[in-house]
Nanobody
Framework: QVQLVESGGGLVQPGGSLRLSCVAS???????????MGWYRQAPGKQRELVAA???????NYADSVKGRFTITRDNAKNTVYLRMSSLKPEDTAVYYC????????WGQGTQVTVSS
């Protein structure tokens, strides 16, 4: 069955950095290399939003709010997608999820990122 396992979140001060990882397996991720992938986030009281997306052979896309600060990459040999986050702001506080783009119906548990002094 589908598994999405996110990790790497934590508490960081404004201006700090984190790197998130997500391992995807099963279902539509069985052939990971052909699957467009994205990182999403959901802040308290807000809808889940796509912040970064990567195809295998195209330039990644970013939400305007994270452009220039976040970098999405993937390692197809490891079925893993990464999100490098720098210059973090309090408004980046959210639970971060990975999924296909567009997303599959199943979501993992996510990883909490809290930006606070």
């Amino acid at each position: 069955q589908v598994q999405l396992v996110e990790s790497g979140g934590g508490l960081v001060q404004p201006g700090g950095s984190l790197r998130l990882s997500c391992v995807a397996s099963g279902g539509i991720f069985s052939i990971f290399s052909i699957r467009p992938m994205g990182w999403y986030r959901q802040a308290p009281g807000k809808q889940r939003e796509l912040v970064a997306a990567v195809f295998s052979d195209k330039v990644p896309n970013y939400a305007d709010s994270v452009k220039g600060r976040f970098t999405i990459t993937r390692d197809n040999a490891k079925n893993t997608v990464y999100l490098r986050m720098s210059s973090l702001k309090p408004e980046d506080t959210a639970v971060y999820y990975c999924n296909a783009n567009p997303p599959d119906g199943y979501w993992g548990q996510g990883t909490q990122v809290t930006v606070s002094s």
